[in-house]
Nanobody
Framework: QAQLVESGGGLVQPGGSLRLSCAASGFTVSYYTLSWYRQPPGKERELVAAVDSTGRIRKYGDSVQGRFTISRDNNKNTVSLQMNSLKPEDTAVYYC???????????WGQGTLVTVSS
């Protein structure tokens, strides 16, 4: 059974850093684009960052460009999000998503809460 499990969320002060991880199982990760989305309180879910199946092509949302870095390890079936210079507006539930290169199949994790506050 396909599964994505996020970890690493928590409370951090403005200007601080946090690293999120997502562990994938039950599907061939190397065939999937892996992404991070977030949903701030009372707002819609938005794309934060994505990395293609090879790890060479990455894209970022405008609001996190230059502060966040996405990376993946196909050998360990993981995708990570390094978040630096965090701001209160980064507060959200962060979700990991896997999207197949060959079909419309996609998988979502259950989310991890990141709170940026002093």
């Amino acid at each position: 059974q396909a599964q994505l499990v996020e970890s690493g969320g928590g409370l951090v002060q403005p200007g601080g850093s946090l690293r999120l991880s997502c562990a994938a199982s039950g599907f061939t990760v190397s065939y999937y684009t892996l992404s991070w989305y977030r949903q701030p309180p009372g707002k819609e879910r938005e794309l934060v960052a994505a990395v293609d199946s090879t790890g060479r092509i990455r894209k970022y949302g405008d609001s996190v460009q230059g502060r966040f870095t996405i990376s993946r390890d196909n050998n360990k079936n993981t995708v990570s999000l390094q978040m630096n210079s965090l701001k209160p507006e980064d507060t959200a539930v962060y979700y990991c998503k896997g999207s197949s290169r060959y079909s419309d199949v996609e998988y979502w994790g259950q989310g991890t809460l990141v709170t940026v506050s002093s």
